[in-house]
């Protein structure tokens, strides 16, 4: 009897052993520009916190919500609160945000116009396809004053929710991935930045209009996220920490010139 006490003590011991080795360790799931990028400039110094950080990239929305929802990823690093709320809504899953660290201002894109009172009559205008992304696309076609949606339409509005479209044109939805790639075909584009960025698009000099950044932008700052039971993980603030330097700030400016806006 004892000896099985002792071998039960030695096997939780190398249980803990096991653990604290593993403590410091966080597989991230983020799309490549900015958030991947951005993650492995604060991988150094995360790393003098004794904080490995693994980030795995993905090109698609929906993978890196799974991946942490299933526990086979810990945290995120792509999105906003409202697709994430969209998301924990449709999948019933309880992913939440540990904190907003900056925002990418949406754009409108076009290779055959300069100003958006160029787009004729008739004209394809393609916007994100995902109900978050969709609506704050419209929602920004209605402060250009191209269209305009019905008062009760909010954040997920749909086309659907149009109201007015006295150019007639043809709203379109596309998979985000999809909506730079469009460009040589259709009037006009709405664009994520980073999806921008992936394309060689420059949002500061190659958007026809950019979304004006106010109070109203508050629930699209990107969020890193985890399940709910670890929103308070300290090695997870450690990562926000790590994020909210000058250092990170000076690379954001530089690289991306006012297409990606620090909150700090």
Request: aromatic share 6%; hydrophobic share 45%.
């Amino acid at each position: 009897l004892n000896m099985k006490k002792l071998l039960t003590a030695l096997a939780a011991a190398a249980a803990l052993t096991s653990a604290a080795a593993h403590a410091g360790e966080i597989s991230v799931a983020a799309t490549a520009v900015p958030h991947a990028g951005l993650l492995e400039f604060v991988k150094p110094a995360l790393a003098k916190e004794g904080v490995e950080l693994k980030i795995k990239v993905f090109t698609d929305y929906v993978q890196p919500n799974v991946q942490v929802a299933e526990g086979r990823l810990d945290a995120n690093f792509f999105q906003h609160q409202p697709y994430l709320d969209e998301f924990n809504k449709a999948k019933g899953t309880q992913l939440v945000s540990v904190a907003g660290v900056h925002i990418e201002p949406l754009g409108v894109y076009s290779t055959k116009i300069k100003k958006l009172d160029e787009l004729s009559s008739g004209a394809t205008v393609v916007i994100p396809n995902d109900a978050t992304n969709g609506g704050r696309a419209l929602l920004l076609l209605q402060k250009t004053g191209l269209s305009s949606l019905k008062p009760e339409a909010g954040i997920t509005a749909t086309v659907k929710d149009i109201a007015d479209n006295p150019k007639n044109l043809k709203i379109t939805e596309l998979e985000a991935s999809q909506t730079a790639r469009s460009l040589p075909d259709v009037g006009a584009s709405v664009i994520n930045v980073f999806m921008a960025l992936d394309a060689g698009l420059n949002p500061k000099s190659d958007a026809i209009y950019i979304e004006p950044v106010n109070e109203q932008s508050k629930p699209y700052y990107n969020i890193i996220v985890s399940r709910a039971k670890d929103k308070d993980n300290a090695t997870y603030k450690k990562i926000v920490d790590a994020y909210r330097s000058d250092d990170v700030k000076k690379l954001i400016d530089k690289l991306y010139k006012g297409a990606v806006i620090p909150l700090w």
